[in-house]
């Protein structure tokens, strides 16, 4: 393994992911959530939340590459999003209608290209600044922890808690 703790992080949730996938496929069709977007009447289930984490790796590495390209002396290049965005939105609602098992490999992959291309950055591209639309300019190292294994780690508990439940879709 890894001696670098943002890749222990991504294989620890990889793993994590592996462990709660039987409890995922067993259950069957888990229902869709009846609202799924940024409010707090939603509640999502696994479908929504494995759609979420698919699109969600896929969005911030695609980030990150835009804060790597930065052209020296630049200004740092505005990135990231907010939970209202459209096309978010529609990813999950198109996505969280496939089968459990596509969804689970689909968040895998993602886990593996971030992987992959964490392996490939230095100390000074990880130390490449953006500034994120909300929360202003932040490094490449601070964004990675924050809108990847952080909040995958959150939502992977949240699977936990809906494995041990049995659904929380509604």
């Known amino acids: 393994m890894s001696a670098d703790p943002f890749d222990q992080r991504l ?3 990889s793993g994590r ?14 229902p869709l959530a ?4 940024h409010s707090p009447e939603a509640s999502w289930g696994p479908r929504e939340t ?9 969005f911030w590495l695609g980030e990150t590459e835009r804060i790597l390209d930065r ?23 198109r996505d969280r ?13 993602g886990i593996e290209r971030w992987r992959r291309r964490w392996a490939e950055l230095d100390e ?3 130390r490449r600044t953006g500034s994120h639309v909300t929360r202003g300019e932040l490094t490449v190292t601070d964004s990675a922890n924050r809108f990847v294994v952080d909040h995958l780690d959150e939502h992977l508990d949240q699977l936990a808690e809906a494995t041990d439940r049995g659904s929380t879709a509604g």
Not at 20 to 25: A, Q, V, Y
């Open 11 to 13: 294989a620890a949730a």
């Open 17 to 30: 992911l592996a462990s709660l996938r039987p409890g995922l496929e067993s259950r069957g069709t888990w």
């Open 34 to 37: 009846t609202r799924f977007d």
């Open 50 to 58: 494995l759609a979420h984490l698919e699109e969600m790796l896929s």
């Open 71 to 93: 052209v020296e002396g630049g200004a740092p290049p505005v990135f990231g999003r907010q939970a209202t965005e459209a096309v978010r939105l529609a990813i999950i609602g």
């Open 97 to 109: 209608t496939l089968p459990i098992r596509e969804l689970c490999a689909r968040v895998d992959a």
């Open 124 to 126: 000074a591209a990880r």
